[in-house]
């Protein structure tokens, strides 16, 4: 196993993290509408996210530490998929708060997991360099949510950002698992393999 592909699944699983971030300012006024929320209840349901994201990271370490990124990320991207199906069909506020919750729980631990992995497999001198570029890929998941998901909100409707990012989530989290490997099975071979 190559660290490219222990880099690329981690990458993946925080783009999500991204995309899914910023995706209520683009559809906000389509939930508005839909949904009849107000101003005070879009906010709520928005920080919802940021909550429940916070809010991981106190057990998030120690879970990371006993049991390895390969088995927590994936197993947070779950509450990902559910949130973002019950985001997809929710008709009224507290669906979406409840869906927005879990996607905030879900994507939690994208960035340590990838991080932890990351000092497991390369030198300490390149940790920063590849997160870094983790980071930037990660963005990346920041800009399919502007344009891009506003042509896709606008010609096939919101729900359906969700309702298909479900399955790509489903499949990411299949992709750590298999190749999210927490450490190099032979450190002095492997580590220069970037």
């Not at 995706?23 to 349901?45: P, R, T, W």
């Not at 869906?99 to 000092?119: D, E, H, Q, S």
């Not at 344009?147 to 729900?159: E, V």
Request: hydrophobic residues 55%.
């Amino acid at each position: 196993m190559r660290f490219r592909y222990v880099f690329v699944a981690f990458a993946l699983a925080y783009m999500v993290a991204s995309f899914l971030r910023a995706a209520n300012a683009v559809i906000s006024a389509d939930l508005m509408k839909e949904i009849v929320l107000n101003a005070d209840q879009l906010g709520l349901m928005t920080s919802m996210y940021y909550i429940s994201f916070s809010l991981m990271q106190l057990p998030l370490g120690a879970a990371l530490d006993r049991y390895g990124s390969r088995t927590v990320i994936p197993l947070l991207m779950i509450p990902t998929v559910i949130g973002c199906l019950i985001f997809a069909t929710a008709t009224s506020f507290w669906p979406l708060a409840i869906g927005r919750t879990l996607i905030g729980l879900g994507t939690a631990g994208g960035l340590m997991g990838a991080v932890k992995t990351f000092g497991n497999w390369i030198p300490k001198s390149q940790l920063a360099t590849m997160t870094s570029i983790m980071v930037a890929i990660g963005a990346c998941g920041g800009l399919l949510s502007t344009s891009p998901m506003a042509f896709f909100a606008t010609t096939y409707g919101w729900r359906s950002i969700f309702l298909y990012s479900a399955p790509i989530i489903a499949g990411i989290a299949i992709l750590v698992r298999v190749l999210g490997h927490d450490a190099a099975h032979n450190p002095t071979v492997s580590r220069p393999n970037t």
